[in-house]
């Protein structure tokens, strides 16, 4: 036997794992659109209804409160109808939302289209990188999980786009088909999505090797990494590995169908390594939007007119430089990954921001001080929020839903993944709701303070918690987390390959 590291470092990138992954990301397409295209929509909402503040707060986190239950039931609903379905029942429930806000004759019906979005949102953003990372090789696995996220950057940008073209129509109509507009692609990707293989992973936990061997040789380059693969896989999911049948019995206790012992293994009773794995994988997505990424894209209209933008032309036009900036970066992040690594990447993300979020807490609170315009303090605001944008995509947005995709036992993946993004979800409905509070009592500059504190917290968290996992098997995530698995397991696992071979 070869050693594994030396062979998955001369493949390259499967072409129809490729295609998979990017089908599989086009539901976070979606979820950018609305994302982005609420924060110009809300601007028109808050004119047509005359609602409140807090309304116009309610309105932009109730999507995530929802996407938290959606993100809870996705888990278990994908192990057991499959990845595949999953991403489609994901698709169906965000055009129904997407039907219902573009209808929305009062406010009531458009919280309640924008609800129904938000389970899917849930569905969606558990599903799509756990199903990238079970298509895809070690080498190749930060890369096609990254996707979803770029999916989600070009959503945003597109939204963006949206904004400033059916702004131009009259108050009633503009708006509404920003928002119901969506219903169109997510019709089309339910569709698609059916033409792509399962998971290789999730078919072989149900006992079907002869169709997970079929798809396992059509996204590995050679039938030599497949039948490896596929002989890893079949090791963690308690089969024996030489097995020729193309249908198995697995025990209940092994399937990941098999009732609630996932969830007590998971959370209630947990060993020392899954519980590190939830502490990692949840601890970096609490981060991503403590740190207030949300903030600034959903406010970022708010924030550029604090900072003396007023026109409405010019602060949507602004907001588009925003998602440019997120799109560039994160697609930037998504090509080093694998090279440089999870965890350098992080670091230098989370550094980048901490001064970002300090300086832009600077200008403005200069800003809210001074009796005058300052044209220093607006270039200023705008090169920390532009900036503050390139270090949070190139490195914490898109390493975090990758690694909590990557690092749970495959029996335990689905689940896990779900509760990190449900902590995910209710960590940016926090502070998309209170962010216009959180100013008002402490200014926009001290919550940005305040921001730049978490972010602090955080790089020591990811300095402390989270181990390296770039060229790894998923297989070989829980030798990982025990305890030393970082400095001692890798050179331990390549002396046995090699006396092995």
């Known amino acids: 036997m070869a050693i594994t590291g030396e062979i998955s470092s ?24 609305d994302t982005g295209v609420m924060s110009g929509a809300m601007i028109f909402i808050k004119e047509e209804f005359s609602v409140k503040e807090g309304q116009i707060e309610v309105l932009a986190g109730i999507l995530n409160l929802c996407a938290l239950v959606g993100s809870l039931c996705a888990g278990r609903t994908s192990d057991y109808i499959g990845r595949r379905y999953t991403i489609v029942m994901a698709s169906i429930i965000f055009m129904l939302g997407s039907i219902l806000m573009g209808y929305a004759p009062n406010y009531g019906v ?22 990238a990372a079970e298509i895809s090789s070690a080498n190749t696995r930060g890369f096609l999980s990254s996707l979803p996220e770029i999916g989600i950057s070009c959503g945003i940008l597109l939204g963006y786009i ?10 009633e109509l503009g708006w509404r088909l920003m928002l119901g507009i969506a219903a169109i692609p997510s019709l ?11 998971s290789p992973r999730w078919l072989v936990m149900q006992g079907r090797l002869g169709e997970a061997k079929k798809i396992m040789y ?54 020392p390594t ?17 740190t207030g990424t949300e903030a600034v894209i959903l406010y970022g209209p708010r924030i550029f007119r604090k900072a003396g933008v007023t026109a409405k032309r010019k602060l949507l036009l602004a907001t588009v430089g925003v998602g440019l900036t997120k799109l560039t970066f994160i697609t930037i992040s998504t090509f080093i990954i694998d090279k440089v690594g999870r965890r350098t990447l992080l670091l230098f993300s989370i550094g980048g921001m901490i001064l970002t979020l300090a300086g832009l807490g600077t200008c403005l609170t200069v800003v809210e001080h001074s009796e005058k315009k300052l044209l220093w303090a607006l270039v200023l605001s705008l090169i920390f929020v532009y900036s503050f944008i390139m270090f949070f995509n190139v490195g914490l947005c898109p390493v975090c839903w990758v690694y909590s995709s990557e690092i749970f036992p495959m029996r335990l993946r689905a689940a896990g993944a779900s509760v990190a993004v449900a902590v995910n979800r209710l ?26 504190g978490v972010a602090v917290v955080a790089w020591f968290f990811v300095f402390f918690c989270l181990p390296e996992t770039k060229g790894r098997s998923l297989e070989e995530m829980e030798e990982l987390f025990s305890k030393g698995g970082d400095s001692t397991s890798k050179n331990q696992t390549k002396q046995l390959e090699l006396v092995n071979s």
């Not at 899917?120 to 599903?127: K, Q």
Request: with cysteine; aromatic share 8%.
């Open 218 to 271: 059509k996204v590995c380059d050679d039938g030599e990494e497949a039948e490896q693969r596929l002989r890893d896989i079949k090791r963690a999911a308690g089969i024996d590995e030489n097995t020729t049948d193309d249908v198995v019995m697995i025990p209940k206790s092994k399937n990941v169908a098999g009732g609630g012992g996932v969830w007590r293994d998971l959370l209630l009773r947990p060993t």
């Open 162 to 171: 949206s904004n400033n073209i059916f702004a131009r129509l009259r108050l």
């Open 188 to 198: 089309f990707l339910a569709i698609g999505i059916l033409k792509m293989p399962e």
């Open 110 to 131: 458009l919280l309640a289209g924008r609800c129904t979005a938000g389970i899917g949102v849930g569905f969606a953003l558990m599903i799509a990188p756990v199903y």
């Open 427 to 452: 960590m940016n409905a926090t502070v998309s709701m209170s962010f216009l509070s959180l100013s008002s009592a402490i200014t926009i500059g001290g919550a940005f303070y305040l921001f730049a």
């Open 10 to 33: 001369e493949r390259k990138l499967n072409k129809y794992a490729c295609r998979c992954a990017v089908v599989g990301s086009m539901i976070s397409i979606i979820f950018g659109y």
């Open 274 to 290: 899954v519980r590190r794995m939830l502490i990692a994988g949840v601890g970096v997505h609490f981060f991503e939007h403590a």
